[in-house]
T-cell receptor, first 114, second 111 residues
């Protein structure tokens, strides 16, 4: 089955700096890569996703890049703010195969220091 | 529109007891899932369902059973609870291609 590795497990940045979280996946058939944000005590929520026919996607201060050859994808957060502090999870799956199993990374705890 | 609702939100069990977690969604989603979340382990899929009357095993299915008798409901059962099943359980639902919508989570402690 799919295996998703996520690094780093913890990340501290100064407010206004950029943060980068990296993930690798094992199954070359995976074609959908979402990122979820989980604030303390809350449910995970989708913040951005990318499909394998796209190399990069941006949404305001967040962006995701995908390198299919190397089987890795990254989340970039620019101009970080205290409200960006949360645990971020990457995930990978194969869409269109009759099922939809997301395999998650173990998470990155991001702390933005004011 | 409540989205995904889980009950109960908190429960304490003794080893060997049984219980059922209920998940209900009002978004007419075909797919539903049960995940468990443990510190440093991310979200691990227990069981999932791609439609009413169907269920399938995920990554960590042992010790759990599920049922999807109605499209809007997905039940997770523990027949004989063990301390290793102490965790936060999240239900989620989705269309076949797209975003997972999670419930608020159910914190289970097995003593």
């Amino acid at each position: 089955g799919e295996n998703v590795e996520q690094h780093p497990s913890t990340l501290s940045v100064q407010e206004g700096d950029s943060a980068v979280i990296k993930c690798t996946y094992s199954d070359s058939a995976s074609n959908y890569f979402p990122w979820y944000k989980q604030e303390l005590g809350k449910r995970p929520q989708l913040i951005i996703d990318i499909r394998s026919n796209v190399g990069e996607k941006k949404d305001q201060r967040i962006a995701v890049t995908l390198n299919k050859t190397a089987k890795h994808f990254s989340l970039h957060i620019t101009e970080t703010q205290p409200e960006d502090s949360a645990v971020y999870f990457c995930a990978a799956s194969i869409l269109g195969a009759g099922s939809y199993q997301l395999t998650f990374g173990k998470g990155t705890k991001l702390s933005v220091i004011p | 529109n409540a989205g995904v609702t889980q009950t109960p939100k908190f429960r304490v069990l003794k080893t060997g007891q049984s219980m059922t977690l209920l998940c209900a969604q009002d978004m007419n989603h075909e797919y539903m899932y049960w995940y468990r979340q443990d510190p440093g382990m991310g979200l691990r899929l227990i069981h999932y369902s791609v439609g009413e009357g169907t269920t399938a095993k995920g990554e960590v299915p042992d010790g759990y059973n599920v049922s999807r008798l109605k499209k809007q409901n997905f039940l997770l059962g523990l027949e004989s609870a063990a301390p290793s099943q102490t965790s936060v359980y999240f239900c989620a639902s989705s269309y076949p291609t797209g975003e997972l919508f999670f419930g608020e989570g159910s914190r289970l402690t097995v003593l």
